[in-house]
């Protein structure tokens, strides 16, 4: 199954799960006189939000590269990453807001009956499926939307969990605080995560690359070719899961054009035998101990060591 499908597929499931889950709490909620499970629902709701976006983003990274985007859609996955950390960043946002609010107006404690706990349970069952089902989907097929949409749920796990322990705290300890407190500590956690993920997807926006190791088998792989000398200005950015590669080699001088070529397809070659996901790799071809004073972008081999020394 292509990758494409695989996204799309779990989509579809997260879609499901959400609307279901989001229908079983609201109408729970309203038959048991929960605000707690109704909040719950309607978060459960914004989901499906989520989920269409992932699902959306998944059918354009699917179309081929045009005359428009001759690179193609895959950047798209990059695209629906930042669209849900800012998601997943207001909902953290708006629980926090109507905790500091509750707090402030002295709101009573409205606590379910066993239906609505019951449900409660359920929902964090149905989640910890789905988010076990994105974060490996995800984490296969390298969709860092797909890691975001997963993050986007577990905060749901801990958004059910937190109104189910502080059921519990209250009727323990009938101090009701402990459920706004909780509520607040939660609303902190997913704001810190969604920051976490817009920061991530600034690393795939900015075409930088945050792994060194991709560089150190670069160099590695173009060392590894006879004829091939000094790799540098070596840039690689990432096109959705894949990495377009740009470098320049030096080769002897007095070689052919069609020697020179060679070397630099075998470059090209070794290069996509040492690293997975590469979607296109250009070579530039100088004479040994060329030096051109404009030069100004690209890694170098002296740089990454330094970098290595440093840590």
Do not use: C
Not at 21 to 33: M, Q
Not at 120 to 126: C, D, H, P, V, Y
Not at 148 to 167: G, K
Not at 277 to 282: C, S
């Amino acid at each position: 199954m292509q990758r494409e499908e695989r996204i799309i597929r779990a989509s579809w499931w997260a879609l499901l799960g959400n609307g279901l889950l989001a229908v079983l709490k609201l109408v729970t909620g309203f038959i048991s006189g929960s605000f707690a499970v109704i909040a719950d629902g309607i978060d459960s709701a914004t989901d499906l939000v989520s989920s269409l976006v992932v699902l959306l983003a998944a059918r354009i990274i699917s179309r081929p590269p045009n005359i428009k985007y001759p690179y193609g859609y895959k950047k798209m996955d990059t695209v629906a990453t930042r669209i849900l950390s800012f998601m997943i960043f207001f909902a953290g946002a708006q629980l926090a807001y109507s905790t500091v609010r509750m707090l402030a107006e002295g709101a009573d404690l409205k606590i379910p009956s066993l239906l609505a706990i019951w449900v409660t349970i359920i929902s964090i069952l149905g989640k910890l499926a789905l988010t076990l089902m994105l974060f490996r989907t995800g984490k296969k097929v390298e969709s860092p939307m797909l890691i975001a949409n997963a993050v986007n749920m577990r905060n749901d796990i801990l958004i059910s969990l937190s109104v189910l322990l502080s059921l519990i705290f209250t009727k323990l300890l009938q101090e009701p605080l402990i459920d706004r407190l909780i509520a607040f500590a939660i609303s902190a956690f997913i704001m810190y995560q969604a920051f976490k993920i817009f920061m991530k997807s600034n690393i795939d926006l900015m075409d930088g690359i945050d792994n060194i190791e991709v560089y150190n088998r670069l160099f590695e792989a173009v060392n590894g070719v006879e004829g091939a000398h000094n790799p540098h200005r070596v840039r690689a950015r990432k096109i959705g899961h894949h990495y377009m590669v740009n470098l320049d080699i030096e080769v002897l001088p007095d070689l052919t054009v069609k020697e020179a070529h060679q070397i630099a397809r075998r470059v090209e070659k070794s290069i996509k035998s040492s690293l997975k996901n590469i979607y296109d790799v250009m070579v530039h071809v100088e004479p040994l101990g060329n030096l051109e004073e404009d030069e100004k972008y690209g890694i170098t081999e002296s740089e990454i060591t330094r970098q290595k020394d440093k840590k």
